[in-house]
Every structure is written in C-alpha cells, then in structure tokens.
C-alpha cells in the first residue's frame, strides 16, 4: 500500500501489472511463480485469498485450477464490517468487489454517506456548524482542529468545508 514504484501501473481489472515484454506482466503471477519455484501451467489461476487484487504478498497468493478456483468462489462467504456504519458484513464472494477506497459496505446508503464524508453519526450539518466551519476556516483552523471543535470526522469538515467555501450547499 502507498509505495509507488516505477514500472507498475493498475490493469483495467484491478490487477496490477508490471512494465516488460509486449504487454507487461500480472504481478500476482510473478509473485506466485517465485512463491511456488516454477512456472504456472497453462490455466492455472492466482487466486487472491483477500479478494483484493492489488494485495500480491506471497501470502496472500494460492495457485488453483480453474475448478478449484470457481468452487471458492462460489461457496466461501467473507465476515467483514462495513465501511461506513461498521456493521458486521457477511459478502458473497463471487460479486463482491473492492470499492475504489478498499472498503465494502453494508448499502448504497452507507457508501454514499462515506463518499460524501458524512458525519461521524451521520447527522446532516446544522446551520449553526456551517457556521462555524466557515468563520474557523477562515482563520485557517485546520480541517482537524474543526473536527474536533464540533466532534465531527475529520474527513467530513473537510469536504463539508471544501463546498462550502465553493458556496454550495
Ligand atoms: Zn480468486
Ligand atoms: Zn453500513
């Protein structure tokens, strides 16, 4: 996570692909062949245990058949939290996928409160903060030092704030 490296770029599908040779090479299927000390075979698949594919630590690797690969995904459930509400999270694999910020969460409702950096209970802003938002930004209180000030999310202020100083509402 973070570390950027020359040479890496993230496939159309998530996966991320390492520069070389005509069209690079899938990093998950580097790693793997290291991991197990040979070449895969012709329809082997990586299978990443995490479901997230830009995690290609050996660890996290397993080499599968094609049928091996489809059981698992068919019939293993993942126990998660959702990324908003923290509520507990159970999701079928097979249509699950990594929203963009890595999180998963329980409804559009609650990626949609995340997105918009909804409050840290979820309460729409009061006038009254609003207000105060404004007036501490302009002394150039940071976004956190807010936060605290009303007992709201960092990341709420600031995206409360940024559209606020644009004169949205
Ligand atoms: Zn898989
Ligand atoms: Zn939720």
Redesign the pocket.
Known sequence: MGRKSKGKRIHSEGYVVISGGKHGQYEHRIVAEKKIGQKLKPGEIVHHKDRNKKNNKPGNLKVLTPSQHNKLHLSKKIKTR?G??K?PLIVHPYKFQYSKSGKV???TR?SGKYNNGGGVKGKPFTKKEDKTIIKLRKKNLAWNRIGKILDRNRESIRVRGMRLMKGGK
Do not use: A, E, K, V
């Open positions: 959702c908003y509400c509520n969460f329980c409804t609650c």
